[in-house]
């Protein structure tokens, strides 16, 4: 995800408005762990496909070797 300046400071406008500011570095830490629980998710979810099309693509490469002998 890439974010330009105006965008973060639009978000950090936004977020001063509607989260008192005591509450900030809570929502920030919880923030930050939540992306970080769906980057984790993301990557798992990625590592599973990938070895699913490996594994469909090695029986595929398999069968039409013995269709060719």
Sequence with gaps: ????????????????LVIKPEQMPEV??????FMQSLRRTFAKMKNEMTGFIDSVEQADGSTQQRKQQ
């Design 1 to 16: 995800m890439n974010f330009s300046i105006s965008e973060i400071i639009v978000i950090l406008l936004i977020a001063v």
């Design 28 to 33: 920030a830490f919880s923030l930050g762990r």
